[in-house]
Structure formats: C-alpha cells, structure tokens
C-alpha cells in the first residue's frame, strides 16, 4: 500500500465513530503511560507512552496517529507538567505519529525486523535529532553535549522498544482476528 493511499483511508476514519473512539481511547491511554516514567536525568527518562502511539498508527494510520500524539502530548503536558509547555515536543509527537502510521497501517504482520526498522526511525528522527534539539534549546546545553548520553540511552533500548512493539503488534492482531476486526476500523 502506497503511502497516499495510507493516509486517504486514515483520513475517512475520521468520520467512523469507531475510530474515533478507539482514538479517544489510546489518547486516555498515552496518557495514563506516560505519567509513568523513571527519570534518571534532567535530559533522559524512560518511558512506554509510545507503545499507543505506535498502536495508532498500527489500527488507525498516520493522520490520527498524528492528531492522538498531538493531543496525548498535551494532555499529558497539562496533567503531568514537567516545565513550561513547548509546542516542540508536540511537533515531535505528531512525527512519531506519522512515522508509525506510515510503516505499520495496513500491515498484514509487523515482524521484528519492522518493528527495530520502525522503533529505529523513530528513535533517530523523535528522540535523537528533534527531542534533543527542543531539550538544547529550552535548557540552554548545546546539542552536540547532549546528544552522546541520548544516542547510548536510545541504542541501548532499541532492541528491548522494537520487541515491546512487537509484542504488541502481535497481541493486537490476535485480538483483532478474535473480535473479526480488521486493522483500518470499519463499521
């Protein structure tokens, strides 16, 4: 499936109930993710909030993909603050967004390989250059200072971030053939 065709379906979702819904639900649920995270610097911390959005992009596409990492981003900024709000960091999670919509929507298997080329993707254009871009300018460090301790931490979870989303992938496929649904909801 081409990548327009990918965002055209994802697009009509957005008028099916379902989706929207399923959305609602996966924002609710980034949310409540990413109030759970370990700190270990002011610059890195851990967390799993990405498994929704990779789930989003999964069932929904890239088009609501991008719209709940926008508003799980800033709900979870409004809840959960950890500074003065920055729209970077929500730019950077519409990117995530896209980025999972665009490798994984209609996809019939998301094998491992997939998932680390997708988590990968992620990690580089999300974490690594943006994230550290917005960290660099709202704390005052320069990038280049903080990217070493970013790049370790980020290669370091690829393997492990690639197999939850696998796993995850896996676990929403057999749901999905369980319930008859197909990803790409539809009434």
């Known amino acids: 499936m081409s990548i327009k065709s990918s965002f055209t379906r994802s697009a009509k ?13 996966l924002v609710a649920l980034h949310v409540a993710l990413s109030s759970v995270r370990v700190q270990i610097t002011p610059e890195l911390r851990l967390s799993i909030g990405f498994i929704t959005q990779a789930a989003a992009g ?3 596409g890239p088009v609501i993909a991008m719209l709940t990492g926008a508003a799980g981003d800033i709900i979870s900024h409004l809840l959960f603050p950890t ?4 729209p970077g960091y929500t730019f950077t999670a519409v990117v995530g967004g896209l980025i999972y919509g665009a490798l994984l929507f209609d996809r019939p298997r998301v094998g491992y390989l997939r998932a680390l080329a997708t988590k990968g993707a992620v990690s580089a254009v999300c974490n690594l ?8 300018m709202t704390g ?7 990217l070493p301790a970013r790049a370790l931490k980020n290669l370091g979870l690829l393997p492990i971030e690639a197999l939850l989303l696998y796993m995850t992938a896996a676990a929403l496929t057999v749901v999905l053939k369980r319930a008859g649904v197909q990803r790409g909801v539809r009434e």
Do not use: C, D, E, P
Request: a positive charge.
């Open 13 to 25: 979702l957005l008028t099916q109930t379902r989706a929207l819904t399923m959305a609602a639900m």
């Open 58 to 60: 999964m069932l929904l």
């Open 83 to 86: 500074g003065a709000y920055f």
């Open 129 to 136: 250059f943006l994230n550290t871009l917005w960290i660099s």
């Open 140 to 146: 005052g460090k320069a990038m280049m200072v903080l």
